[in-house]
């Protein structure tokens, strides 16, 4: 049985010219009455789609129509609903952040990859860190940290040396990012239900961003992070590509 496919696509030329071939070849069902939705782009468009189709239930194919396409699979037009019913599901949970402004203010968002704390200024952010009530590190001079998925530890939490996770290893990661003080603290590995606390030191000589999944909140002076396992996002990837696969493959290169 052929699945109802919405097809969404990012507003790079490739991926409109492909949302246009697909449509003509396969249709396009409604977006409220879709077994799947096909999104095509790269993996920003992805987590943009992940978002948007939250609380739907609907699983989410990627093509990539873009330049790295870790979340997504190869593109081609032929035998779509073939490589749909064959298709793999891996099942994952964001991140919730709350994020408290030096007015007071409080502002939530979710993120699939990753939360991070970024200095705004020239001067180097000094962060507190606290994990499940309990004072961890003091204090922290950086250009920032973040909290990793599973799913988002081969995107910048990598690029900040952080370690590959396992997309069934129930950790998160917490990685510093070009740490000042101390010397060497790279980061540490945290259950996945952990509650991270970051508190922002002296945030006006030093002020300080957050930023979930691109969705950011300057000016912070407190920031609470944690798992929110009852938000789930399905992807589906073809067999042998999946993302644990992916994750793994990506440790060798």
Not at 1 to 28: C, K, W
Not at 118 to 126: D, M, S, W
Not at 197 to 218: F, G, I, T
């Amino acid at each position: 049985m052929t699945p109802n496919v919405h097809f969404t696509a990012s507003h790079a030329e490739p991926a409109r010219l492909a949302l246009a071939r697909l449509i003509d070849r396969y249709g396009q069902a409604d977006a409220a009455r879709a077994d799947v939705v096909v999104a095509l782009g790269g993996d920003g468009f992805m987590l943009q789609t992940l978002h948007a189709t939250r609380g739907r239930g609907v699983p989410v194919y990627g093509m990539n129509r873009g330049t790295v396409g870790f979340l997504m699979n190869a593109y081609a037009e032929d035998d779509l609903p073939d490589r749909l019913s064959l298709a793999e599901e891996t099942t994952i949970n964001p991140l919730r952040m709350r994020a408290t402004c030096a007015d007071q203010t409080c502002h939530e968002a979710l993120a699939i990859n990753e939360v991070s704390l970024l200095r705004e200024g020239p001067q180097a952010a000094k962060l507190r860190i606290h994990v499940d009530g309990r004072l961890r590190m003091e204090e922290l001079v950086c250009d920032g940290a973040l909290v990793s998925t599973p799913a988002g530890s081969t995107a910048y939490n990598y690029s900040a040396h952080g370690p590959i996770l396992p997309i069934g290893s129930e950790v998160l990661a917490l990685t510093a990012i070009a740490p000042f003080r101390p010397r060497r603290w790279r980061g540490a590995l945290l259950p996945k239900d952990a509650e991270v606390v970051v508190e922002v030191l002296n945030p006006e000589r030093r002020p300080v961003m957050a930023d979930a999944d691109s969705r950011s909140v300057r000016h912070v002076t407190r920031v609470e992070i944690r798992s929110a396992c009852d938000i789930s996002h399905r992807l589906l990837f073809d067999p042998g590509h999946g993302l644990d696969e992916r994750l793994l493959r990506e440790q060798f290169v």
